[in-house]
């Protein structure tokens, strides 16, 4: 079984920046795909990318040219680099790890004010 544990959210300003974090502990040997996805209020969870254990991406449109997932596999750790925020944006980011099952992390809170 694989833990993740996300961190890195907060509060910031349209056009400022966050890097997000996600640890990943546990069966990590079997992580093959990790992620980053995002639930704004009343909305679905969306994609926002996907990395593979040797590094090609797969980034929404709407985050494009702004938003950057990599990825330590020594560490077992997915990074997503969040540059010119949007108020549109701010959402619960998640990561996730496919191994023998999909699991989740708890989430961390994205807030970008106008």
């Known amino acids: 079984q694989v833990q993740l544990v996300e961190s890195g959210g907060g509060l910031v300003q349209a056009g400022g920046s966050l890097r997000l974090s996600c640890a990943a502990s546990g069966s990590t040997l079997s992580i093959s795909v990790m992620g980053w996805y995002r639930q704004a209020p009343g909305k679905q969870r969306e994609l926002v990318a996907t990395?593979?254990?040797?590094?090609?991406?797969n980034v929404a449109d709407y985050v494009k040219g702004r938003f950057t997932i990599s990825r330590d596999n020594a560490k077992n750790t997915v990074y997503l680099q969040m540059n010119s925020l949007k108020p549109e944006d701010t959402a619960v980011y998640y990561c996730n790890a496919q191994s023998y099952t999909l699991s989740w992390g708890q989430g961390t809170q994205v807030t970008v004010s106008s």
């Open positions: 990395i593979t254990p040797g590094g090609s991406t």
